[in-house]
């Protein structure tokens, strides 16, 4: 563990992606500036070349946010990448000796940066806790318990049983970042359990910090929810090969099983809308999620897309953020074959 000697001298980083956040990040930015550290600390707005009015509002807050940065992290008329870029984009330009993570669709709640820093100060990889009633209508309100992430970290019920979290929740020592790499670009909506995984494969732990709450706001929309569902479907089911899962045997019918058989629930949840509206729309929105990771997982399957080696993804998510740290690490994103992960 590399633990700063002095806890509240430490400069924390905190890294803000935005990509058209305009109806959301005032929220975000309003409970920023009331958080405070003593080892001082820099927010890092990383644009992700929005085309709403993002940036504009990020700029009215310079005189409440003094130590606030800019970033671009999107080059016209090249691929926009996703999420983990803008991570890595904004690490470059940080100056802290901790990054903290938080996304502008969130709210971090009061006491979140202390309570990161302080954690920081201790453990170098920390996982910070989520609320998902805040923000959220209640038939977005999870059906059993709290949620994801609400009271710990989410395990994978079979071998490897790692442990997973959401990269809005993250914060990482910089030697940490060093150590381990930059966020892989190749999987956009599983970056966060990818990097969960890779730092545990390295031997680092995850430390959960309950003292430190975000506010997580769920889509709503049902296409947005049925696109989330879909696109974390694949994602999974991509990095679970790439570590070392042997395809399933007749995997196409399975699925297509798998998906017939659900075909009634939905029936159900959209009737249930017009006979109990609350209950319903709870039901259609978790089926609608659900479809969806059935059908990225569909995809996948019917594309059958070669995987590109580690080496290669390790390069491409190096070459997104260079120059992260003037030191390369050649074990960084290095991983064993074969753990024996089962689909």
């Not at 920023?32 to 709403?52: F, R, Y």
Request: proline share 7%.
């Amino acid at each position: 563990m590399n633990t700063p000697s002095a806890p509240d001298s430490i400069k924390l980083s905190v890294i803000l992606p935005c990509y058209n956040g305009a109806e959301t990040i005032a929220v975000q930015l309003e409970a920023l500036a009331s958080q405070h550290w003593p080892g001082g600390w820099e927010l890092i707005v990383v644009n992700n070349g929005s085309t709403d009015a993002s940036m504009q509002i990020v700029e009215g807050y310079r005189s409440r946010l003094p130590e606030l940065k800019i970033v671009e992290a999107y080059l016209p008329g090249t691929t926009r990448l996703g999420v983990p870029h803008s991570y890595n984009t904004g690490i470059k330009a940080a100056r802290g000796q901790a990054f903290v993570f938080c996304e502008a669709d969130d709210e971090v709640a009061p006491g979140w940066l202390e309570a990161m820093g302080r954690a920081l100060a201790e453990h170098e990889f920390v996982v910070a806790r989520l609320d998902h009633r805040k923000l959220n209508a209640d038939w977005l309100h999870p059906s059993h318990g709290d949620g994801y992430q609400a009271s710990g970290l989410y395990r994978l019920p079979k071998y490897p049983y790692f442990f997973s979290a959401s990269a809005c929740g993250f914060g990482l020592q910089k030697a940490l970042y060093e150590k381990l790499g930059p966020l892989s670009i190749d999987f956009p909506m599983v970056h966060d359990g990818e990097y969960c995984w890779r730092a545990q494969l390295a031997g680092h732990r995850l430390h959960f910090a309950p003292d430190a709450l975000i506010y997580y706001r769920e889509k709503s929309a049902l296409k947005a929810r049925f696109r989330q569902g879909q696109n974390w479907g694949r994602d999974t089911t991509r990095m679970h090969q790439y570590y070392g899962a042997p395809k399933a045997r007749f995997a196409l019918p399975r699925q297509l099983v798998s998906m017939a058989r659900a075909l009634p629930s939905g029936v159900w949840a959209v009737l249930s809308c017009a006979l109990r509206p609350l209950q319903g729309r709870r039901l259609l929105a978790d089926w609608v999620w659900n479809m969806g990771w059935s059908t990225g997982k569909l995809l996948l399957i019917l594309q059958n897309p070669p995987l590109p080696s580690r080496e290669h993804m390790t390069a491409a998510a190096a070459e997104s953020a260079a120059p992260a740290s003037t030191e390369q690490n050649p074990a960084a994103g290095s991983q064993p074959q074969g753990i024996g992960l089962q689909n």
